[in-house]
């Protein structure tokens, strides 16, 4: 299927390159307490985090390995470095960057969009933050926004309030993995009614090989306050496999707005497991944009925790899985406070051999009364051996409540190709019209830049799908 | 010549037999009317001509400025110049009329251009300007879709345009504006065969010519005077007079 067109060589190479990087530190494969330790002591950490971490570690190794979803069993732990490091600081100017890791950067047109676009940017490869930079009118305004391992030496007291306590380690055997190893990530703070005009982006990078990427992000919004976080991923393509395991805490304070968008874009050897989440405070607006395009398997269900009355979630995620991929996505929406609200939709596409699972939750906690929550999800297969499985789920516990819940299964219809071939279409362009138009409703959020390139990355999963 | 011609047409689907020997001549600009019972084979015909995968010619030849299509696949023909308005158009989510137009349309005309070209059809038409920002066919009602179909007609001018049933569905003020977006584009020379069950449409589109079809088989074929003898005698009896 490759190799067919240059249009299609050229977009691959895009995302599919490696730079001979002579990486400063790299830890030989595998993973022990004493990867733990030396990760923080690298890091010259406060004796705190090193607790956390060990303690993370132990849960860690006595969580077996979650027995539903797609099968994890032949992730070798052992077999991946969890440290590894090509550049020695955080640069806040490009030309500090390493060259190499730079030219990586550029490739990917980072710089470019920082300039044209963006509040501010960050780059990380690897397990570490190479580059961050905010703009200096928001860093005059008291915003935050740096990579995580600055954030733990700069702001202790918020890391020390806040880290931890929307994603505990005893959530899942990832999250503890990460909270074990992490290395990197995003901090943002916006402080009380300051709203941010531009997005804020990060951008993830895997150049090596057996790679475990673990980053760390944290946003914290003040009360009134507004921003928009994207974040971006790609990687060199290998044979074995790589590891990325994130955790994301948001937490949205009184009368806040966050929108979180992801574009994950990995490469197919690298299994995607993530765990994201936010809490809602009081009349706050939390918005989950999740797109998952690469990787061998993803794991991943952006959730919102609705504790303050009047708070809203809008979880919007969409899926596309190609011959060998597994997309498990979802979304969880969990109602604690009255009067709160909650949409859920996701799309997802499979082609070829490829499958998307749509796992979601809406749960309604006793006292949460006069809340509502509306969940949707519609796949589409475009081949005969695609797949695709629905499990939703709702768990209502208050009486007083509003709940809906839909759900379609379609093919690309014979009819709907025929419809648009008759107007002089072919078939590859009908079908990926069709394609397109399944996942308007997600590209008609994102700012311009991000749709034309969501829409790219489509159109090249696209090529030759059909004949 | 022929701008088309169906020489003895014969077409299956699945395991069952449609059409048993078509033949019929169009010329640049004429309207031929093609009338007949429910499950007489109009439907089959309007697809067999565009190419649609569910129906197998078995033997006879679709022929278009005398080059036989066949074989052709269903962009190819269109891209000859047939056009079918559909009975029943598909929905197709989350794609506007604009962007599907612009794409079948394949002109060097830039956007706004090709988005004043539109507006103006639209207008001809009736059509409401919240329809070119709408999902196309998605929640529009019967003669919402009709009006539609002849739009992309009227912008993608076809030399010949298969129409199957356009008025069904429509009120008589649809009827009359798809009526008129049929005569301009006879007047551009595009050839018509219209499949209808009344005769209402045709008191504002005069045809050439009107045929019977029946059991897959045309038993006869007049000028415009023959719609009105369907319309006293019923098909029953015209069948009985002139069929097998």
Not at chain 2, 26 to 39: Q, Y
């Amino acid at each position: 299927m490759e190799n067919k067109s240059s249009f299609l060589d050229i977009n691959k190479k895009q995302y599919d390159f490696r730079e001979d990087i002579i990486y400063l530190e790299k830890f030989a494969n595998g993973l022990s307490r004493e990867v733990v330790e030396r990760i923080s002591k690298i890091k010259n950490e406060p004796e705190w985090m090193l607790k956390i971490r060990l303690k993370a570690f132990e849960e860690f190794c006595k969580r077996p390995m979650q027995n539903w979803g797609p099968d994890l069993s032949h992730i070798d732990f052992n077999s991946i470095t969890y440290f590894i490091s090509p550049n020695e600081k955080v640069a806040n100017n490009w030309d500090d960057v390493p060259d190499k890791v730079k030219k990586t950067f550029e490739k990917l047109g980072i710089p470019e969009s920082e300039r044209k676009f963006l509040a501010g940017a960050g780059a990380m490869m690897e397990s570490t933050t190479a580059y961050h930079k905010l703009r200096d009118d928001l860093t005059a305004k008291g915003v935050i926004f740096c990579d995580t391992d600055t954030a733990l030496k700069e702001h202790p007291e918020l890391l020390k309030k806040y880290f931890g306590t929307v994603v505990p380690m005893s959530d899942n055997k990832f999250a503890a993995l990460n909270t074990a190893v992490w290395s990197g990530g995003s901090f943002v703070y916006v402080p009380k009614n300051v709203k941010i005009d531009l997005p804020l982006q990060a951008y993830f990078r895997i150049n090596a090989q057996n790679v475990g990427q673990f980053e760390r992000t944290l946003i914290i919004v003040d009360e009134g306050a507004e921003v928009h976080y994207i974040e971006g991923c790609s990687a060199a393509s290998y044979s074995s496999d790589s590891l990325h395991s994130a955790v994301v805490e948001v937490i949205a304070l009184k009368d806040s707005r966050v929108r979180y968008t992801t574009l994950q874009n990995w490469s197919d050897n690298v299994y995607n497991l993530v765990t994201k989440r936010a809490h809602a405070y009081e009349n706050s607006y939390v918005e989950w944009l999740d797109a998952n395009i690469g990787s061998a398997i993803t794991m991943k269900y952006p959730s919102v925790y609705l504790k303050g009355e009047y708070a809203k979630a809008n979880i919007l995620s969409v899926a596309f899985a190609n011959s060998g991929q597994i997309q498990d996505a979802g979304s969880k929406a969990i109602h604690f406070a009255p009067n709160t609200s909650s949409t859920i939709l996701s799309k997802s596409i499979s082609k070829g051999s490829g499958k998307t699972v749509f796992r979601g939750l809406v749960q309604i906690m006793k006292g949460a009364y006069n809340s509502k929550s509306f969940m949707k999800c519609d796949a589409l297969m475009i081949n005969k051996e695609s797949k695709s499985d629905t499990i939703p789920s709702l768990k209502i516990n208050e009486e007083d409540v509003q709940v809906g819940h839909e759900a379609t299964v379609g093919k690309v219809g014979e009819d709907q190709l025929f419809y648009l071939m008759s107007r002089g279409l072919s078939e590859n362009d009908a079908v990926s019209l069709i394609v397109g138009g399944f996942f308007k409703q997600f590209t008609k959020e994102l700012p311009l830049e991000y749709a034309l390139e969501f829409n790219k990355l489509i159109e090249l999963e696209m090529k030759d799908s059909v004949g | 010549m022929n701008l088309f011609e169906i020489k003895d047409l014969h077409v299956k689907t699945a395991d069952k037999s449609i059409l048993n020997g078509i033949n019929l001549k169009i010329n640049e600009g004429e309207v031929h009317v093609l009338m007949g019972p429910n499950g007489s084979g109009k439907s089959t015909l309007a697809y067999s001509i565009m190419g649609h995968p569910k129906y197998t010619i078995i033997n006879g030849s679709l022929n278009f400025n005398d080059k036989e299509i066949n074989s052709l696949k269903v962009d190819e023909r269109a891209k000859l110049g047939i056009f079918l308005g559909f009975q029943y158009p598909s929905e197709i989510s989350g794609v506007t009329l604009t962007q599907f137009m612009k794409q079948a349309h394949k002109s060097d005309m830039n956007y706004v251009e090709f988005f004043n070209m539109i507006k103006s059809k639209m207008n001809e038409l009736n059509i409401d300007d919240s329809f070119i920002k709408r999902s196309l066919n998605e929640g529009f009602s019967g003669g919402e879709k009709k009006k539609n179909e002849i739009l992309q007609m009227a912008v993608l001018e076809p030399k010949l345009a298969i129409l199957d049933e356009p008025d069904s569905g429509a009120d008589v003020d649809a009827l009359k504006l798809i009526a008129q977006g049929i005569n301009n584009s006879r007047k551009k020379n595009t050839a018509v065969l219209l499949i209808t069950h009344y005769n209402r449409l045709l008191t504002y589109v005069k045809p050439d010519f009107v045929h019977i079809i029946h059991n897959g088989k045309i038993i006869l074929s007049g000028d415009y005077n023959l719609a009105e003898v369907i319309e006293n005698k019923g098909y029953e009896e015209i069948i009985k007079e002139n069929g097998k």
